[in-house]
């Protein structure tokens, strides 16, 4: 069994940064795919970044220049930077960690940021 605890969200003023943890326990295989989704009020969840155990991160678009994600496969963990921060990049962030035979997500954590 898997579990992703997460970390580091908060309330936030716009322009303002903050980072997210997300670590992962449990049985891993090595190849594995972790990343972050989010979710705000009235609206589906949307993938953020994701990156694979051996590739470069993918980022959505609303995103791109303004968040990074970075992965430190020995402790299983996954960092989400995220800088100049909207409004609309209100949600509650969810860890998700995927392999071939594996789906897991952590309970999520809040950004909310501050006009």
């Known amino acids: 069994q898997v579990q992703l605890v997460e970390s580091g969200g908060g309330l936030v003023q716009a322009g303002g940064s903050l980072r997210l943890s997300c670590v992962a326990s449990g049985r891993i295989s090595s190849l594995n795919t972790m990343g972050w989704y989010r979710q705000a009020p009235g609206k589906e969840r949307e993938l953020v970044a994701s990156?694979?155990?051996?590739?470069?991160?993918n980022y959505a678009d609303s995103v791109k220049g303004r968040f990074s994600l970075s992965r430190a496969n020995a402790k299983n963990t996954v960092y989400l930077q995220m800088n100049s921060l909207k409004p609309e990049d209100t949600a509650v962030y969810y860890c998700k960690l995927n392999t071939v035979s594996v789906l897991a997500w952590g309970q999520g954590t809040l950004v909310t940021v501050s006009s």
């Open positions: 990156i694979s155990s051996s590739g470069a991160p």
